[in-house]
Each structure stands twice: as C-alpha cells, then as structure tokens.
C-alpha cells in the first residue's frame, strides 16, 4: 500500500461514523483554538441525523468548544452526549465557559436530550453552575441517563445539581412530560450530608430512577437516612451503590426500612459502609421480607460479627437469584463463619411441590409465569423433548449453569458447590408422580448434543462445569440407576473431549 492511501485510511479513521453516532473518543485531541476543531466542526456540521457525540478522551479549550457549539446549534436530533474526561490539563476558570457554549447550542437547537456523561472532569461547583441552565430546560426533559461520576461537585454543587433537577422535574410535569430518570451516577464527589440530603428531595420527586451510584462522598448517616426515605419513592430501583459511605447503625437501619418496599432491587454495594452488626441485622431481616430477584450483596468491610454474618448469610438462602455475597473483610473468622453461610446457603428451596394433575394443555413454560415455569419444569409436564419448554432445557438452563453463588469473606472468594442447588430441584423432580423421566434423560441429552432432535432449538452450550455437577446426579439416591446406566452408555461418546474429567462418572 502507497504512502498516501495510508496518510488517506488514517485520516478516515480519525473519527469514527457508527450509525447515528459521532465518535472522537480518546483520540487524545488537544483543541485549543477554532482553527484546531476546522475538520471536526465540518464533520459535525455534514452529520445528517446525528444522535450521539462523542468527545471523551480529549482535551477541549474555551475557543474549540464554541466553536464546537456553533456546530452543534442546528443538530435537534442530538440525543446522546458522551463528553466526559475532555478537559485534562486546563485551568478550572476555562471549564464553566466551555460548558456554558455547549449547553446554549443544545438548547438553541431544540434537541431532547436522553443521556448526559460528564464524568472525570474535575469542574467542581463551578462546573455544575456551567450546566445548571441546561438542566433545567426543556432539552432535559427527556433525560433519562446523567453521568458525572468523579467531577469534584462538593456540597455546593451537590445542592446546585438537586435545585435543577428538582425545577426540570416541576417544570416538565407542568409541560406533561414529566422528567423520568433512571440512572444517576455521582461517585467521587464529596458530597457529604448536605448534598446527599438535597440530592434525596429531588430524587423523591422524580419517582422513576432505576440505578443509583453514588459511592465515596463521605455521606453519614443523616445523608444516608434522607436517601432511603427517597429511595423508597422510587420502586423501580435495580442497583443500588453506596460503596464507602459511613451508614453506622442508624443509617443502615433506615436503609434496610426502605429495603422492605423495593421489590426490583438486584444489585445492593453497601461495602466498606459502617454498617455494623445491628445495621447488618436489620438489612438481613429486610432481606427475609422482601428483594425476591437479589443477585449481588456487598457488606464488606462493615465491622459485622461473625453471628451477625451468620445471619446474613441465614436471610439469603431462599434468594434464587443470586450469584454473589461478599462478607470480606468483616470480624470474623474465617473458615468457621465460611461453613456456617454455606450450611445457610446450601438449603436453598428452589421449586415448590406441585400436588395437583398437570393441564392437558399446558405446551410449554409460560415465562412470564416465573413460579409456575419453575414447577412445571420440575413436574416434567411439557412434553416438548426438543422445545424451550422440556424439563431438561428448565434443568440446563437453572441448573447446569448454576448461577454459581460466590462467598467472599476476608479476601477469600469461594464458589458454592453445586449440589447446593441440584440436590433440591432433582429430589423434589424424581420424587414426583408426574415427573416423566424418561423425556426428561431423553431431552437432557438432546440439550448435551448426545441426541439429535427432531425440532430444531437453541443449543445449551455444555461446559466441564455442567459434566460435574452431572457427576454429582447420578451419584445420589434420588437418581434412578436405570437412568444412570442410559446417561453412562451415552457419556462415554465425550471422553476423547473432555478426558479425564469424565471417568469420575463411571
């Protein structure tokens, strides 16, 4: 390839055309004048449809980003801003301006605004005051992400950024369009109590906010109490991060009330939060009442007891959808409270007994039905051997898999066995008068690619993992020999794939 095609190809590549999107992410720009943003200016200014624009990654001066914003006075279709770390190595007095220009072009073009990314810029309250207008015009009104993860605010910019929130909010519902964010992201900026408690007013009113990540800002428990009341505002919430604050009994009491009305919560990092044994014991009993689809709990480093990881530990156990606990880093020790939470955690109770006959009707898995998918699937009732619906695609696809639970307790992670949960779903299954066995090993070995199916499906991909826990089955009481023998004479076509693993079965 000549010289020039490579000069060419590089110059083509120099921004990046994905769609609707416009993308100079960590380019490492330093645009300090107009004459240095010439060709990303016409770029921006040929962009039919643009929605989203990226600048991340390089360094913008107060004259590059007015001339950026020129550009960007005519683009209403804008929706996505992905501007954060692009102020690296400039004066803080240069930020606000910057800011200012570019959110006058948003707001001169009439764009509706859905994601906002600000993060690791460092602008301080300043900056916040840089964005203030924006946010409460109507171009927010649509704003469903704000990201300003690691931008110094402080108090003061905490209280700046809850006012206009709070006047987007009043004003968008007055205009019909009620603001309805879901993700606020605000790690890093030392918020403390103030700001977190003015944020919390806010957050109360909007009601839609779905994930909230707002560790390292040096909040107690008063900030952290006015955010549980709020929290509970919101019943949409699904991740919830408050790493390396200071709860301490009070805060984590508060908390774990607002715990009790959150039925969606997935995600809960309370690590290295203070929370202490009370507080531990309160979100345990929080736990027991309630955050059915719980799959991840941080309360590392809380000064928790041993008796009170205990009973953390105890409150999970019926949480089938989790795949993480974290005690790390605790008052404990070790391997004494580590076989207790797994005694606690291995009597999961996945499935329900099922007394009555099975629906004549009844095809496949209904899964919109999650309790009645669950024992249907255990009943053996579908009798699709190849479809989404068969007992052995439910055993492949919440079992095999295992959702490994992962117990981390001082610096030590330790997977669950997989017994934990095969043990119960397969006794109850083979214990069953309308478990029909047979489809179920015929369908289990279509699902392992040891039968060709006559309906063609979504293959299971087979990993040592589900060949283990296999191993496991066919060992216990509960499983048919008969069965075992089938499953043997079928394996044994695997060997040369997975080796030695695989004489554990015979």
Not at 15 to 38: A, F, M, P
Request: aromatic share 6%; proline share 3%.
């Amino acid at each position: 390839m000549a010289s020039e095609d490579i000069a060419q190809l590089t110059e083509a590549l120099a921004s990046t055309h994905v769609g609707e999107e416009l993308s100079y992410k960590g380019q490492g720009l330093k645009l300090d004048n107009k004459q240095s943003v010439e060709k990303m200016v016409r770029e921006i200014e040929e962009f039919s449809g643009l929605k989203a624009l990226r600048l991340e990654g390089n360094t913008i001066g107060v004259e590059a980003a007015q001339a950026i914003a020129k550009a960007l006075d005519s683009k209403k279709e804008l929706e996505r801003c992905y501007w954060s770390d692009m102020f690296t190595g400039r004066l803080r007095s240069e930020i606000p301006p910057s800011l200012k220009s570019l959110s006058s072009a948003l707001m001169t073009s009439g764009a509706q605004i859905t994601e906002l990314d600000l993060s690791d810029n460092a602008f301080g309250p300043d900056g916040v005051k840089g964005i203030e207008t924006l946010l409460r015009s109507p171009v927010c009104y649509t704003l469903r992400e704000l990201r300003l993860n690691n931008c110094g605010m402080g108090i003061e910019g905490g209280m700046i950024l809850a006012s206009a929130l709070s006047e987007c909010y009043q004003q968008s519902r007055a205009a019909g369009f009620p603001l309805k964010l879901k993700v606020f992201v605000a790690g890093r900026n030392r918020l403390e109590n103030d700001g977190a408690t003015s944020l919390a007013h806010a957050f109360k009113s909007i009601g839609s906010l779905e994930m909230v990540h707002m560790p390292q800002n040096g909040i107690n428990y008063p900030g952290i109490t006015a955010l549980a009341t709020a929290f509970q505002h919101n019943p949409n919430l699904r991740v919830l991060n408050l790493n390396d604050n200071t709860f301490t009994k009070r805060g984590a009491v508060a908390m774990a009330q607002a715990l009790r009305d959150l039925r969606n919560v997935q995600v809960i990092n309370f690590g290295d939060c203070l929370v202490r044994s009370e507080g531990a014991i309160a979100i345990a009993a929080a736990l027991r009442e309630g955050l059915p689809v719980l799959r991840e709990l941080n309360l590392s480093f809380g000064e928790i007891s041993e008796a009170a990881a205990l009973v953390v530990a105890k409150a999970v156990r019926d949480k089938v959808e989790l795949v993480k606990l974290d005690l790390n880093g605790n008052e404990v020790k070790a391997q004494e409270c580590l076989d207790g939470c797994i005694f606690f955690l291995c009597n999961l109770q996945n499935c329900s007994e099922d007394e009555g006959e099975p629906d004549e009707d009844e095809d496949e898995c209904d899964t919109s039905e999650g309790d009645e998918e669950e024992q249907n699937c255990v009943n053996g009732t579908k009798d699709h051997v190849n479809g989404e619906g068969s007992p052995s695609k439910c055993f492949m696809a919440n079992v095999f898999p295992m959702k490994i639970v992962s117990f981390t307790l001082n610096g030590i992670e330790t997977p669950l066995p997989p017994s934990c949960y095969t043990d119960t779903l397969l006794r109850k299954a083979f214990s069953s008068l309308h478990f029909q066995i047979n489809i179920f090993i015929t369908s289990l070995m279509v699902n392992l690619g040891l039968l060709k199916g006559e309906v063609k499906f979504k293959k299971v991909s087979v990993l040592p993992g589900h060949l283990i826990v296999l191993e496991h089955c066919v060992g216990q009481d509960y499983f048919p020999v008969d069965q075992a023998d089938v499953l043997e004479a079928f394996l044994s076509r695997l060997v040369h794939v997975f080796g030695e693993l695989l004489t554990l079965i015979y």
